[in-house]
Nanobody, 126 residues
Framework: QVQLVESGGGLVQAGGSLRLSCAAS????????MGWFRQAPGKERDFVAA????????YYADSVKGRFTISRDNSKNTMFLQMNSLKPEDTAVYYC???????????????????WGQGTQVTVSS
């Protein structure tokens, strides 16, 4: 079992920045591919970014490329999402997720992840 806890959400004006954290406990964090997803009210859960466990390769949704940066610190069992140039359409609950051997072509599929956090709210005002 892996327990995931997100933090760092909040209210920010458009153009501002936030840094989300995902703290993991339980099994060896470094063995898991990690991802960020988000869900806005009344919408489906969307992929945001992912990072592989072995080479820390990042993957991004087109909507956040150039604005968001995903990273991980395996020594601290923590993953981060640095969000810059935030837009009102980034408003959502952000979830972190962990999965084993998530294929690069499937990183955007929520079904590939076995463990999920409870989410943290990000609200971007215009």
């Amino acid at each position: 079992q892996v327990q995931l806890v997100e933090s760092g959400g909040g209210l920010v004006q458009a153009g501002g920045s936030l840094r989300l954290s995902c703290a993991a406990s339980g099994r060896t964090f470094s063995n898991y591919d990690m991802g960020w997803f988000r869900q806005a009210p009344g919408k489906e859960r969307d992929f945001v970014a992912a990072i592989s466990w072995r080479f820390r390769l990042p993957y991004y949704a087109d909507s956040v490329k150039g604005r968001f940066t995903i990273s991980r610190d395996n020594s601290k069992n923590t993953m981060f999402l640095q969000m810059n140039s935030l837009k009102p359409e980034d408003t959502a609950v952000y979830y972190c997720a962990a999965g084993v051997q998530v294929a690069p072509l499937r990183v955007a599929a929520g079904s590939q992840y076995d463990y999920w956090g409870q989410g943290t709210q990000v609200t971007v005002s215009s």
